[in-house]
């Protein structure tokens, strides 16, 4: 595992990054007092985009559902449940 100071990780970062992407983990240390790990990544976490529609066919929306719960609804708005 190679050590190198701050300082040259800065001047050298490019050639630093493809020795750890080919496997080569690199010590990144600041006045001799090792800090992180340069590691290549063994996947990308990317997440799959997600579909509209993947239910369609499997659910019905009823004729009905913008009608559905008015009468309780414009009761709760006149003030009518109050008792």
Do not use: Y
């Not at 493809?18 to 496997?23: I, N, V």
């Not at 006045?31 to 992180?36: C, F, K, L």
């Not at 997440?47 to 609804?73: E, N, S, T, Y």
Request: overall charge negative; proline content about 7%.
């Amino acid at each position: 595992m190679h050590t190198v100071n701050i300082h040259e990780a800065k001047t050298q970062l490019s050639r630093l990054v493809d020795r750890a992407a080919r496997g080569e983990p690199i010590i990144i240390a600041k006045a001799g007092h090792p800090m992180v790990k340069l590691v290549p990544l063994d996947t990308v976490d990317v997440q799959a985009p997600r579909r509209l529609g993947f239910l369609a066919g499997q659910i019905q929306v009823p004729p009905d559902f913008d009608d559905m719960g008015r009468d309780d609804i414009e009761r709760s708005f006149l003030g009518l449940d109050e008792a």
